[in-house]
């Protein structure tokens, strides 16, 4: 695996540069970051570039002072304790109760009595409890700092065992064996297919979502694709012509660059499940993130084989790579007509945040439709066709459809409810969680918002006291185009806490331009595949007299 | 008036003309239709035209029929009561408790023991009660049949008085003097000006409304144009060329037809005022109709002034020839993008369900704007021009915006919320009425649901228990284009009523093709213009056992 990897790296290197080109963001991708996460290779860190109007976005560089940094504390560390601990030493000490120790390379800190020190909270620091710190080091640059390993180094309560580090062996008969190294502060859903969700204090805490905790929807095993020998396959129009384009031919189209927020169409579902019992992953709040995708246009891609916008009604279809055991692949379709409109600006994306994709996300291309559903993203793309149909494939239609609260799966007939295009208005609480303990005096809420179909949120109403009164919350993150606004808004309040209470009851519900709302409640909107589950985020947190 | 409004009729000719064009719709305009109703000349009769689909759409007729019934029937009834009631005896009786008398001609009728035995239901023979029966037979056709005559006949009690009918006396000082004559059914909001919504058991008798009773909303005095001498002003591109239309250049143009919902941003304001008072007219279910408009492209009467797609954010901004006394003419705009969309369907429309605009409708030229709300579909149109900013109308300004509940009129800063353009999904019950006795068994429940931005509506659930069980809805009308919705559904659903129930708390709530749904309830949406009220609709009934 890591030779392929490695192959895949130095196959790499002429779309690395390529993303020089990418505007207020700096690369250099000497490591890969292929793999959504390669946790011995502390290689992507993240640092905020100012934009025009002030907001933050996150860019990617080499974490080379972090390297620097550790071999200068090693020298000290060898100073201090040299208790030898193992890796199952440190897992056991993951919460307040048991202690919270975290290692950075082979040094053991007992950081209990920190943790409630933590200048980006304790949530954030308790997410490494148990494990590493490079891999969340990765994501916030601000500890490559060299007071930040001084004050580390207070914490250090010995070394970990020189272990063998014995890379899994590739089970034949395991078709997830080959399934890339994720992030560890990802919230696992499922191991196998792969679905996991951010956190969601880290989901909020950059507008554009860093790719190893971008959160991850797979059918099926990642496949392992070798960019050299990868052609996407177009299938051409009458009178036109199939095309088999490599990399290197998908880098001729003019390249076009779009942020974009995806979603999942089971995004929350955990509060539908709550209701009556649903068929799907649990995922909380973080079946959603935001990403600066680069490619070609599809309409251009299409166009080259010869297709033209049709009178009549028409579907583009998607085959991906992933296949079950029985060959068949992962598919999807969206309207020719979508397809086909330069302002829809529908990819064949390559790139993802500057980076190439990783696998987790579609290496090499995948499919970016802003304003829809994450399940018509179609990744490891193979193949692209026109066709007077939707694509037959099940997850077009016998899944991801909406239906009436009184369906059930004796009486749903999949044939009666249009796939699941655009997305309705949604938003979400991220902090405080449900079920935190807050002080009195001001609670800061913080949240995303966000709609299909290009219609910008206008607004955040953000109740404390169960929906009685509300007050608007501030919106964060990059202001977006009239009709295009295929990315998030993020949002915050500082909100005062009455005197005397002992709990809140906060919700959220943002507006999108066309005015449309959330529902107030869950259970009129239940249906029994758990999608679209967009009713008023509700939190109940306690209060600290 | 009358002069005025013949010189219209003969100058209409040529437009009648062209509405032959019109597919499966006969039309013989012999009669004027200009004003929104002439209750003397009964010209106006709708009949049933089947589709393609087996849809109905009701088609206009001349009432030759009822001319020539008329005169039959007046040989008879000479031979029959000869007393002589005056109008005034006759608008005495409007109500089952006073007795129900109507006029047809000159004959004058007691239907009292016939109301619960009309075809059509007892509430719809009741909207003419104490007055002529004329104006109600224009718009069902199905009365002009001798059966209806002869049953009718039974009833006779005596003849009008034959006043002198003598025309309202045009007022100098009364800016609203000259404004139409309306149709009786219309449910006045506001005489002056002038605003009334037809009942809704009238509402969705018909997928198209017939214009007489096509909800108006007129923010000032109704112009009263010569289309000999009217004009409108394009102004031109910089390098292009302003344009000058007459009604003929404009019919130059390609003559583009579409089905368009209108909706004002009030309807359901008497819902929102209940919550918290609301500054607005007391709109109920019924600002909200649909027409076959038929005019010119405005996209391509802004290319033929030189207009093309801008790159920068541009808008296209309207002024009506209508105007308050100090000269401010009413105006709205729309983006450019919008505009310039040939998809979009915006017209410069001179028909209205295969008739020239009536009066109150924007004679001879209003703007119609498929998806968007109302207020933008300037009628009277006099000036077209593009500028960099919305139009700055108190309307597209100051109005026309929605707001969180937390706003009042010592917060709100109109600067801070976009105009309204296209609306977020919509749906009411038109039947049963809130506070009618339903009879146990069976109760067919009707109502209309739309959604702007051309979205579709997908599904209606109908809940007859407040909410806790649903039932979906059968959708009727026209199926709609996909992202080219803009006409509603009609909806209906016979549903059984539990035994021993002796009460119906019917909800309604649509769902369109981004699956946005309509919220629970009215609060949270609540906003000091009582825009926007889209919550779940609600009617109570009783049940006889």
Redesign the interface.
Known sequence: MLLRLYRTVVVGLPQAIRVKSTPSRICSPVYSTNDSFQPQHPSLTFSDNSRTQGWKVMGTLLGLGAVLAYHDHRCRAAQESSRIYTKEDVRAHNSPENGVWVTLGSEVFDVTKFVQLHPGGPSKLMLAAGGPLEPFWALYAVHNQAHVRELLAEYKIGELNPEVDISPTLEASDPYADDPVRHPALKINSQRPFNAEPPPELLTENYITPNPIFFTRNHLPVPNLDPETYRLHIVGAPGGQSLSLSLDDLYKFPKHEVTVTLQCAGNRRSEMSKVKEVKGLEWRTGAISTARWAGARLCDVLAQAGHRLSET?AHVCFEGLDSDPTGTAYGASI?L?RAMDPEAEVLLAYEMNGQPLPRDHGFPVRVVVPGVVGARHVKWLGRVSVESEESHSHWQRRDYK?F???VDWDTVDFDL??S??????QSAITEPHDGATVESGEVTIKGYAWS??GRAV??V?VSIDG?L????AELVGEEQC??KAWAWRLWQLKAQVPAKLNELNIIC?A?D?????????VA??WNLRGV?SNAWHRVHVHIVP
Chains 1, 2 share one sequence.
């Open positions: 009604e309207p007509a909406g009436s609260p009184s409810a249009p699941i295009q655009e997305l309705p208005i299909g179909g206008i607004r109403d929906g009164t509300w007050q608007e009239p009709r519900k507006i331009d066309s005015y449309n709302v959330q529902p107030d409640t009129p909107i679209l």
